[in-house]
């Protein structure tokens, strides 16, 4: 994201014809290919990064395949529907959308953890609003 503010071509980078941002983007769009072969948290957050580059170049249909869901999804949280993302469809399999209080409890993960899958669950939320 942090290339997207910075000159169109970098000097310490060989990235012609691709300006910096199209060669990082490329480069983490290969690796996510990898990532979601066994995804971890990490990979969501990376799919919500790509997610907001691409709606934010104007590619809104690879945004929303990213990210995107559907409000019948939200209204009762079903897996069923067609019309998942990939980032919250890899929530629900990672069980971002469970109270992990229990597992804080029985020091099976930190409560920093568990607070921060609640957070990246609900950020992939209110992308979607």
């Known amino acids: 994201m942090g ?6 071509y970098h000097p310490s ?3 012609f014809p691709k300006s910096l941002v199209s060669f990082f983007v490329d480069r983490a769009r290969g690796s996510l290919e990898k990532e979601l072969d066994d995804p ?7 799919i919500m990064v790509l997610s907001c580059h691409e709606v934010g170049n104007g590619n809104k249909s690879r945004g929303w395949l990213y990210s995107g869901m559907t409000c019948e999804c939200l209204g009762n949280m079903s897996q069923t529907d067609t019309d998942l993302g990939m980032a919250i469809r ?10 992990m209080s229990s597992y804080v409890s029985a020091a099976q993960i930190t409560a920093a953890e568990a607070d921060m899958r ?5 950020g992939i939320v209110t992308t979607e609003q």
């Open 118 to 122: 609640c957070r990246l669950f609900w």
């Open 90 to 99: 890899l929530a629900f399999d990672l069980a971002l959308h469970l109270d």
């Open 3 to 8: 290339a997207a503010f910075v000159s169109r």
């Open 13 to 15: 980078f060989v990235t």
């Open 40 to 46: 971890s948290v990490a990979t969501i957050q990376a």
